[in-house]
């Protein structure tokens, strides 16, 4: 039976597949109604223009990450208000993000506890937003291998050298290359 959270699956589904120019194949072939769960707990909670009001903060938040730190915190913050800690790839993300804006203005005890809320989140299901489900995989891995590398270097900066350390060989196992950095200038 066709009800309205079907249907707002299928043209979730059907826009997925058009913003990726997809073909029917290709379709079958990448699962794109794997991002169904997501669509359901957005309608049924009424959270789409949240999560789009995000989205833009987010990416604001990115755009000034680098230069203006204190701003993005900001930015994130907000989205992670606007997601009301949603388990989604936006969420985890937006976390990891803001602990390493947090170590660039040297918070680092709140740096210590965004690393860990995205090591937490990964660590379960994680709800579809923004990315089309084959790239799911490859986000949480980016935002991990951001959190084990702001977490080590909270815990260096509070005196925590063993665990900075073990930090940053976790960072380099999940693929983080600037981590080697620190492991040949503290870790030896």
């Known amino acids: 039976m066709l009800t309205v959270k079907n249907l707002t699956v299928l043209l979730l589904c059907i826009r997925v597949a058009y913003s990726q120019q ?3 194949e290709e379709i079958h072939k990448k699962n794109v109604l794997r991002a169904d769960s997501l669509a359901f707990a957005l309608s049924s909670k009424g959270k789409l223009d949240s999560i789009k009001s995000a989205k833009y903060d987010f990416d604001d938040g990115m755009a000034v990450a680098e230069t203006q730190p204190e ?3 900001n930015y994130f913050t907000n989205v992670i208000k606007l ?3 949603d388990n989604n790839e936006m969420v985890l993300e937006t976390y990891a993000m803001r602990a390493l804006c947090r170590t660039m203005i040297h918070d680092y005890a709140l740096a210590l506890r965004d690393a860990d809320k995205v090591i937490l989140l990964s660590s379960q299901p994680i709800h579809l937003v923004l990315y089309a489900p084959w790239r799911l ?3 949480i891995d980016e935002s991990v291998k951001i959190a084990y590398s702001a977490r080590g270097i909270a815990h260096y900066s509070l005196g925590n050298t063993n665990e900075a350390c073990d930090d940053w060989r976790e960072a380099i196992k999940k693929g983080d290359k600037s981590s080697n950095e620190y492991i ?3 870790c030896r």
Do not use: M, S, V
Request: charged share 45%; glycine share 0%; aromatic share 6%.
């Open 22 to 24: 997809l073909t029917p």
């Open 184 to 186: 040949d200038k503290y």
């Open 83 to 85: 997601c009301d800690d």
């Open 137 to 139: 995989r490859e986000t």
């Open 71 to 73: 701003r993005a915190i």
